[in-house]
């Protein structure tokens, strides 16, 4: 049996793939078993920061693999100690937990929260406000973090605890804090799986003083929008904020499952022996792999993403069929008068694999993409999109 029907014989069917089997490539080129080419737009949805089977982070991943694969995490590993440190030097942060996926980063983040509301103010300061269209994970608590209702249907009832509010609406935050229940708020910086939303800087600026003002945690979610993304270490650095915590996955280790939730100065203290835990977590071939990521992420090469993302925008914006270009870097929502899933299934069938997000085509290319990629990938969009 070939992959497809077995895949779609024992696989469970949650997600809706392409009928496409990928089975090599090298940076931003991808083959599928048919030898077909693309060029690779998605980068397995903002993982792969250095593309596919980059050497420098084959390296990375190969000697570690090749000295110790994973030790229980009552023993001390380097490269588990290197990162954080690499991670607090790049964020001004003191602490990190390491997980293995942005819901288990996000699930820190709500955990380090509820105790720190529970021990500085009260057991009953539980509440957890996130924005509508947000988008945190598919665990129970992540979902019910997550700000959009049709997630939440199959699945009541969700972990108790968490209010929704519209970006932008902060005269609904400053109520819901007036009963002194809210631990505090969680946001994205650029809603990635709402469909490439970057917040207003006016609302996140306000965000950061009135978090400060009333003692509650400002939490910035950057499992998508991190480490490099969009042109900066992290997405709330465009916007000047002062997170208590960040959480950060997906291109963190470029490729292997790794979660983090950064915690500052404020929330360092939270955690004692026993209070959250993860086998994987900090796992040194994840680790290590990240910290070739993170030590490849210099000002130079963050430079690059921004001029990349500008080049990209500046191809794509006020072109036919092409509505409107959102985002920030190198993750780029396109409103296309097609729809967005006729658009990307058009860029597959000319060699360049896309996403969608909501009624958007999301482009997350990898940050080191060769500029005549981006050039060839642009043209083929603007193609499909073409009315
Ligand atoms: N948070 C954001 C902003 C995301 O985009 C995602 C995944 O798309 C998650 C959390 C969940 O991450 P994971 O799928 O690694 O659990």
Redesign the pocket.
Known sequence: MNTIALDNQYVAPTYKRFPVEIVSGKGSLVRDADGREYIDMGSG?AVTSFGIADDEWIAAVEKQIRSVQHMSNLYYTAPCALLAEALCRRTGMKKVFFGN???EA?ECAVKVARKWASEHKSPSCSTIVTLKNS????TLTTLAATGQDHYHELYQPLTPGFAHIDAGDLDTLKALCSTGNVAGILI?CVQ??GGVVPLDPGFASALDQFTKEQDILLMV?E??TGNGRTGKMYAYMNYGLHPDVVTT??GLAGGLPI?AALLSEKVQDVFSYGDHGSTFGGNPVAASAALSVVSRLTDDFLDEVSRKGKLLRSLLENKPGIESVSGLGLMLGLKTAKPAGEVVAACMEKGVLCLTAKDKVRLLPALNIPEDLLRRAASVVLEAANP
């Open positions: 949805i996926s942005g819901a996000n988008f945190h994970g598919r994205e990635g799986e979610d499992v998508q996955a997906k979660g």
